[in-house]
């Protein structure tokens, strides 16, 4: 016989009527009729063939076949019971695997020096951090959630921004000492100035200098005689005084407290440049999920 919900619920009804004693306090238990109650032991009797119980005015006792149907599946109940109340539990506790695909730049420089707070906040979860540049297919990899900077491309994923951080054009003051303070970036096209341009995963090509103040924008074209695809790199590149560069804030405000980098064409504060979170469903996410994402949005505040 196939198992099917009518198959486990009156077995369900059967566990109730030998752990309340009687058809009455079963019922009361599951709140249903007492003749509900009746039909579906009925029910559950002519699906397998046997009788379960023998009734008489003043009591209800199982038979031996009711017996070994019922010591058999007590614990398979209490299982299910357990399941469910796991599974339920998952939209309010913090636990279990959590695998988060994120964005390299963000898992070396901002997540990475944190993850020991995250962690010891959460004793149960058992965190898999897939670093990598491409998003690749969450569903197929397994992955519950993902942190990518960038606009992302429609897709099935539901997304939810977390936050935007600035886009800065910077140098180091060797660079500056070397080759001059530039004051506009315009300059940056003149062949005065050295560039490092940093290549687009999604597109295959370098990113656009574009510059914002209010309702005005423009981009200047770069050189464009250095490109690399690494952040570490074009960090080092630049703190070593050897080109300017556009780098999100996000980052790198300690090399600009420490006077490593300094910050050019602060009059065109606005160009902005976004971190996305990425999930598989349109359902609820679960109580891991949800902590992680908290724990990342307060780490750029």
Known sequence: MSLDGRLVSGIGVLSAVVDSGSFVKAAEALDMTQSGVSRAIARLEAALGIRLFDRTTRSVTLTDEGRRLYEGAAPLLAGLDELASNASGSATAVRGRLRVNVDPYFSRLILAPALGDFMASYPQISLDLVTREHLGDLVADGVDLAVRFGEQPSSTMIGRQLLKTRVLTVASPA????????????????????????????????????????????????????????????????????????VLELGVEPALREGRLVALFTDWPDEQFPLYALYPSRNLPPAKVRAFLEFVVALSR
């Open 175 to 246: 660079y500056l000492a070397k080759y001059g303070h530039p004051t506009h970036p315009s300059e940056l096209e003149n062949g005065t100035h050295i560039c490092v341009d940093f290549r687009d995963f999604q597109t295959g090509k370098p990113f656009v200098w574009e510059f914002r103040r209010g309702e005005e924008r423009f981009t200047i074209n770069t050189p464009g005689r250095l490109i690399v695809n690494d952040i570490g790199t074009m960090h080092r590149i630049v703190e070593e005084g050897q080109a300017v560069a556009q």
